[in-house]
């Protein structure tokens, strides 16, 4: 840009120097020719003078002759002829070898020999011919008489010469025509100097009109030139002022000058006016622009940290972590009291100009679509954890338990939705609700965990924990329940997650042997089967081994398809909650075990019968200590369910039956397995609601059994099944 | 080229003083907190000062600004974890030259010393 500037500012210096030139040029020609001129003037008015002179002195001469004949005063024409002589000689000699004379105008002027040929030739020719006269002349020049008058003169000697030599210098002039000679020879010089004078006067013109002419052109072509020049830099303005607006147009990111004053300088991008949704933008505060889309804190460390650019003491390639408009959420004002949240990226860059700060270069991007996806890729994250963890978990289980447990999950579940959507009223039914979703929640939680479903057990503590405090709470409203339905919803999500991995295992194995494709679409197509045996021995295994110890589960009956489908759901929860309570509490660790003359291994024995009416018989037994009738009394004592003075009077029996009370436990920990005094109540529940009974029989030390009969299935039922 | 370090992490300490490759650049001095490093820093003139935040008795933000006053050509690096922006930025102001963020790489560290003492060689 400077090297371009400079070479038009050089050709500008260069043409208006010429131009000078040319103007001085023709000036100095103008004094000149005008001194040359003056000079002509003055030859050319001295030659008239000759000419002039020449017939005067002849004419003088003849008067002198003539006024001494005729006795007048001849004082006059000898003095005129004097004088004329001395004019034509001084004037005669100075053309000859220069000098200065009197002008025509009485002033004193000085003028140089002749030079050209020419006028040397006439020159020469005069003095030839005025040299005899000039001698004649010389009488009457010295001639001085006091006599005035003439008449006396010519009586004297004096005047007798006088008379002679005029005589004789009349004869010199008249003798070969010499005064016309000298006539025509004054006169050829006068008009050959005129002629020379003139001549020169046209050269001279010449050369000023050329001169002047040359000047004109070269203003014409400075004039060129220059247009010429400010054409094409401005073009050349012009298309870089195009290539900018074509970037700035283009550039889908906000690109734009600030300076310390926080203001957007005039140039900016297109782009800057749709990120912030506002136009006019050049010479607006950035701060005040991001006030009230940007949090007021944010905007205070923004600005003392754009300020730390401006101070030049930072480095501006070790700030980058701390600027806090790196990606920042704005809200915008949308329709009606609608907000908009975007996310913008700013970035800051030094703009140098000659190694001084000018500006900052800032770029601003709407970096909402990455913001979302970053987002979106934690959440993915978390999920794929969560599905690998769970994908460890189920891979030990076999794959129809699991969608017996998948499908009996989802059924609680969307018997939860149906108790929340019942309409209820009062504190006493949103318990009986709390109550029944508890219910369903812990049924959930068993199942998974008895298959070692450690996240579904997780979240199902988690809605336990919430349930249980919210029954704590001296009153209950609808709004209680909102917190629930949003753990309950993504334990669902969780749920479902586990049958899309299921899915996917499916269609893993479908790829490695296609050859059982027609198994998996039978499989597939069949009812869940309900082999909940194997479920049951993982349950037990795996609280025995929590609590250090060994157990030994048979089961009968409840493989295959003993069990009616309609009863299946039910006994697998039962049976579940046997294990839980029987192997918790009723089986003794191996040491206790063995003092009691029992081996290490305690027994659980589970069956699931016909009886020969029809109904079925689902019975438990176990090998551990039995029932702790003491435990139990002073358990519901404490627990409030019953006064100290009406647990005296309770039989055996009577106090068995409040195992079966909601909120029992004789546990003092809660744990996944056990404590929250829920467990025997949801038998109570699942046997009520089957129509079915349940009897209790232990013995103190030996064994405690649970007998459940379930009516016979009405054959339509059945069939549905 | 002289460094000195200020953090009160004896780990951090170790790890600066380790991590440090750059040709001719020898730590002289280590300091807990900010009064230990003024009382050092007269003494020892460091050329770059590596400056933790939280420090007990004195802080980076009042030491750095101390340390500017003392030598108006110290160049500081702030080391600091990016909880606090804001603070970071305040010393920064207060005249400190360049921020890493803990926890660092050797690179990092090693990047952020160039980065300075090529604009302090140049400069």
Known sequence: ?721 | MKLMIVDDSNIIRKKIERSTEIEGLEVVATAGNGVEALEQFPKVRPDIVTMDLTMPEMGGIECVEKMVEMDPNVVILVISALSDKATAIEALKKGANGFLCKPFSEQELNRAFRELLGEATNG
């Open chain 1, 1 to 721: 840009m400077s090297a371009m500037k400079s070479g038009k500012y050089n050709a500008i210096v260069l043409s208006i120097a010429l131009f000078i030139v040319f103007d001085a040029g023709v000036l100095v020609m103008n004094f000149y020719i005008a001194d040359q001129f003056a000079r002509d003037a003055v030859q050319v008015n001295l030659a008239g003078r000759q000419r002039t002179l020449s017939q005067r002195l002849i004419k003088a001469l003849l008067q002198t002759d003539n006024a001494l004949g005729s006795g007048n005063f001849i004082e006059t024409p000898l003095n005129e002829l004097k004088a004329g002589y001395r004019t034509f000689d001084t004037t005669l000699n100075a053309f000859n070898k220069g000098g200065t004379i009197t002008g025509v105008d009485g002033e004193s002027v000085s003028i140089e020999a002749f030079s050209d040929t020419r006028s040397r030739r006439l020159l020469t020719d005069t003095l030839e011919t005025w040299l005899p006269l000039q001698e004649a002349l010389q009488p009457m020049l010295a001639f001085d008489s006091k006599i005035e008058r003439s008449a006396e003169l010519i009586m004297t000697d004096e005047g007798a010469n006088l008379e002679s030599d005029l005589f004789h210098a009349i004869m010199v002039a008249s003798k070969d025509n010499r005064d016309n000679r000298l006539l025509k020879l004054t006169n050829d010089l006068a008009v050959h100097l005129e002629y020379e004078s003139a001549r020169r006067a046209t050269r001279l013109r010449i050369i000023q009109v050329t001169g002047i002419g040359l000047a004109l052109i070269n203003f014409f072509v400075i004039l060129f030139h220059l247009i010429r020049n400010l054409n094409k830099y401005d073009a050349m303005i012009e298309i870089a002022k195009k290539e900018t607006d074509d970037i700035l147009e283009t550039v889908t990111e906000g690109l734009f000058l600030l300076d310390s004053e926080y203001r957007i300088g005039s140039q900016h991008s297109a782009a800057l006016q749709d990120i912030f949704r506002r136009e006019n933008l050049a010479g607006v505060n950035l701060i005040e622009l991001l006030r009230g889309i940007v949090p007021e804190t944010t905007l205070n460390v923004a600005r003392d940290y754009i300020s730390l650019y401006f101070g030049g003491r930072v480095n501006e390639n070790l700030v980058d972590d701390l600027n806090p408009l790196n990606e920042v959420e704005v809200h915008f004002a949308g329709d009606g009291s609608q907000f908009q949240t975007r996310y913008l990226g700013f970035q800051f860059r030094r703009v140098l100009v000659d190694q001084e700060l000018s500006h900052l270069l800032v770029t601003v991007n709407d970096i909402t679509a990455r913001a979302a996806l970053e987002r979106e890729l934690q959440v993915s994250r978390a999920r794929s954890t969560a599905q690998l963890d769970m994908l460890m978990d189920i891979l030990h289980i076999e794959p129809e338990v699991l969608t017996d447990f998948l499908c009996g999950s989802e059924r609680s579940l969307g018997k939860i939705n149906s108790i929340l959507k019942r309409s209820a009223m009062g504190v006493e039914v949103y318990r009986a609700k709390l109550d029944q979703i508890f219910r369903e929640i812990h049924a959930v939680k068993g199942e998974a965990s008895a298959l070692g479903l450690n996240s579904v057990v997780g979240l199902a503590h988690d809605i336990e924990d919430l349930i249980t405090d919210v029954q704590e709470r001296p009153t209950i409203s609808g709004g209680d329940f909102l917190p629930l339905t949003i753990k309950l919803d993504v334990l669902l999500g969780h749920i479902q997650s586990v049958r899309e991995l299921v899915a996917r295992l499916v269609d893993f194995r479908l790829v490695f042997d296609r050859s059982k494709i027609a198994e998996v679409a039978d499989d597939q197509r069949a009812a869940p089967r309900t082999d909940m045996s194997a479920l049951l021995h993982n349950l037990t295994e795996r609280i025995a081994e929590e609590q250090g110890k060994r157990v030994n589960l048979h089961c009968v009956g409840l493989e295959g398809k003993h069990v009616p489908e309609m009863y299946r759901g039910p006994v697998k929860d039962m049976a579940i909650q046997f294990i839980r309570n029987g192997v918790t509490h009723g089986i003794e660790g191996p040491e206790d075990r063995l003092v009691a003359n029992k081996g290490q291994v305690g027994r659980i024995a589970m069956k699931f019968v016909p009886l020969g009416d029809g109904n079925f018989e689902f019975s438990y037994r176990d090998d551990g200590r039995g029932l702790d009738m003491d435990l139990i009394r002073n358990t519901a004592v404490d627990k409030g369910f019953v006064s100290a003075d009406q647990i005296e009077a309770m039989e055996d029996r009577a106090v068995m039956a409040l195992i079966f009370k909601r909120g029992f436990s004789t546990s003092t920990e809660v744990s996944s397995d056990a404590g929250r005094g829920v467990g025997m109540d949801v038998i109570r529940n699942l046997v009520n609601e089957l129509s079915g009974r349940v009897r209790v029989s232990t013995a103190r030390g030996e064994f405690t059994q649970f007998k459940v009969t379930l009516p016979a299935i009405p054959r339509d039922m059945d069939q549905a099944a």
